[in-house]
């Protein structure tokens, strides 16, 4: 088996600018995440940068060479069920990133003594789904219009979850 040109490592404060730009690029696609293009880069990036230096947040980064790839952060870890929100660059999809990050959050999850972790995705991105269903995602409920567009009606999302403990 071939080994991956990218590696996934703990996010950083270095990481926080490259990423937003990575969300730009994903959120520019205009399907697959619930942000809306555009947005303030630097006014994200601070956010970003707060909540993770202060521990809100926890995360992780995949890197192909010195390029960031895909990023996956758990929002508000002191909850406990805490969601997260994972992207991945469209030159990189289909390459086991997303999984690879998964499995880093749902090791997190496990050795934080967490019940479940929890996502949002819309019911029509049936690749996410799947992904999520392979690593043991259910779906929990949707939530029809949940997500307010300004370029048109509202989108339903999809709640799914992941027990931390086998079975």
Sequence with gaps: MTRPSWTVRPEGERDVDAAVKLLAEVTI?????????????????????????QRRNVGWVALDGHRLVGELVVFEIDRDEPEFGMIVAATHRRRGIGAALLEHAIAWAQAAGKP?????????????????????????????GAVARRDGPPRDALIMRRPSAPG
Excluded: S
């Excluded at 205009?30 to 956010?47: E, H, I, K, S």
């Design 116 to 144: 479940a972790l929890a996502l949002r995705v819309f019911p029509e991105n049936l690749g996410a789904r799947a992904l999520y269903e392979r690593l043991g995602f259910v779906e929990v409920e949707l939530q029809r």
């Design 29 to 53: 696609e205009g399907t697959g995440v619930a942000t809306q293009w555009p947005f303030d880069l630097g006014a994200r990036a601070r956010t970003a940068r707060d909540a993770l230096l």
